[in-house]
Structure formats: structure tokens, C-alpha cells
């Protein structure tokens, strides 16, 4: 499970505003949001497992992220990672509608795909949706379709609607809205794949269970004059605090730190 909550040209100062949350096995390795040494204008955290990323953004001017798609069946042995999806893109210099029209969706598990470049943002996902290039708007994306009416979803696109309004947009009201711990009532949990409290967990925006949850928050902030900022910062099984890195790059120009 992972949460994506963007605006997409719908502030006077920023191309993108984005909060996500990173949903993930505690066991499995990753290492912090860093320039890749063998990408070096790539700004990632990155799965030590597969080699690839869920959110990167590069001084090319091109960002992506990545969701997988939640499904009640077996992985197929044999596919490529989904991260590669995000690596290969922001690294490369295909036009968008080319590198998602040439995606090989059969050869991935389910995933969800936005792409941003210049002005443009593309949607795509190998389970029927896109590729769609994006309006003006505010946006969520979970483990489904697009704006799939979840309530966490809901509940987490009103509050960035409502951050933008108030035109104070800033890191730390950003991942407030991602902190969100509040769960759905045991009435509206329907999951026959999970167990329970598992099920429960995974309808709150950030999830704590022993096993499984948010690893991670990033928010990114894309200035119409070319300056993005990210921020991700991490959490321990326990949903405490681990960790927080902060960067900022010129689109084109020299990074900031």
C-alpha cells in the first residue's frame, strides 16, 4: 500500500506540490533519499532488493513515482521491477507519450505511473487506466485507479486542497497531512486477502503494524521558476520518527545541497 496526494498546476508559485507515503515490509532494505552515485543527477531513496525506486526526480527536469496495484493474486515469477518504470524514465530523454506508450505493461506486476516533465504530467497503469496526459488539478493515487474513492484517499486530497487554498504551502503542513493515523471503523473494513488488523491498518493514510507500514514520507515542492525541494523523512516499525533528509536543485542548474 502506498498514498500519493498531488497538485498539478493549481498554485500561482508551483508546478507540483506532492505529499507521499512509502508503504512497505520493515525487513526489506532501502537506502535514504541521496544523488545516486551511478546516476548522479538522479535524487532517490532506493530498494536495495530490486535496484529501483518509488519517487525520483532529476535536475533534467523530469520526476516519477510509482504505486503497485493491490491485487488477491500470486506475483508472477519472472517480471522486472516496477521501480526500473521510474529509473529509466527520469534519467532518459523520451518524450513522455513515447516512454509510456512503449511500456511493456505485461512484463510488470500491477502498478500505477505518474511521469512529469516541462508541463506535462502522464498517468498510466497496466490494469486498464491511460496513459492519460493530466489536467489542471488536484489528484490522489493509491493502490488502485486514480482518485479511487478510498476514504484515506479522500480524506487526504481534501486536506491538501484545503492547504493550497489557504496559500501557505510549506514541508511541514505537507507532512501533517500525510501523518494521518486515524483508521476506518471496524464496519467499513473489507479485506478478504489480509489478516484483520492488518486490513484495519491499511485504511489509515499512515500505516503502523508490526510488519508492515509507512517507511517513509516525501514531499516535494516544484517552483514554476525551476527549484524543487524534497524532504523525506522515515519511520521505524513502531511509526516513531528515524530519520529526515532534505535537498534542493535548480531544473537545469546546480543543486542546492
Given at each position: 500500500?502506498c498514498?500519493i ?7 500561482p ?49 523530469r ?47 500491477g502498478f ?8 506535462e ?12 496526459r ?124
Open positions: 500500500m498514498l496526494v498531488f497538485a498539478w498546476q493549481s498554485h508559485e508551483y508546478r507540483l506540490v506532492l505529499a507521499a507515503n512509502r508503504d512497505e515490509f520493515h525487513s526489506r532494505p532501502t537506502r535514504k533519499l541521496h544523488w545516486w552515485p551511478d546516476q548522479p543527477d538522479t535524487l532517490a531513496g532506493r530498494d536495495l532488493q530490486a535496484g529501483g525506486t518509488w519517487l525520483a526526480a532529476n535536475r533534467n527536469g520526476f516519477a513515482t510509482v504505486t503497485n496495484y493491490r491485487e488477491g493474486q500470486p506475483r508472477k515469477a519472472g517480471l522486472k521491477s516496477r521501480g526500473d518504470l521510474v529509473t529509466d524514465f527520469v534519467s532518459g530523454d523520451v518524450a513522455q507519450e513515447d516512454y509510456i506508450g512503449g511500456i511493456e505493461g505485461d512484463r510488470f506486476a500505477s505511473l505518474l511521469t512529469a516533465a516541462g508541463d504530467l502522464w498517468y498510466v497503469s497496466n490494469r486498464g487506466d491511460g496513459p492519460c493530466l489536467k489542471q488539478g488536484i489528484y490522489g493515487l493509491s493502490n488502485a485507479s486514480l482518485d479511487t474513492p478510498w476514504s484515506k484517499l479522500v480524506r487526504s486530497r481534501d486536506a491538501l486542497t484545503a492547504l493550497l487554498e489557504s496559500g501557505d504551502v510549506n514541508d511541514t503542513a505537507l507532512m501533517r497531512i500525510m501523518s494521518d493515523r486515524k483508521t476506518a471503523p471496524v464496519s467499513q473494513v473489507d479485506d478478504e486477502h489480509l489478516p484483520f488488523e492488518l486490513a484495519r491498518a491499511v485504511t489509515a493514510p499512515f500505516i503502523v503494524a508490526p510488519d508492515y507500514g509507512t517507511r517513509c514520507t516525501t514531499v516535494l515542492t516544484w517552483r514554476n521558476d525551476g527549484k524543487v525541494s524534497m524532504t523525506e523523512r522515515r519511520f521505524g516499525p513502531g511509526g516513531e520518527q528515524s530519520g529526515e533528509s532534505n535537498f534542493q536543485f535548480t531544473v537545469n542548474g546546480q543543486p542546492g545541497k
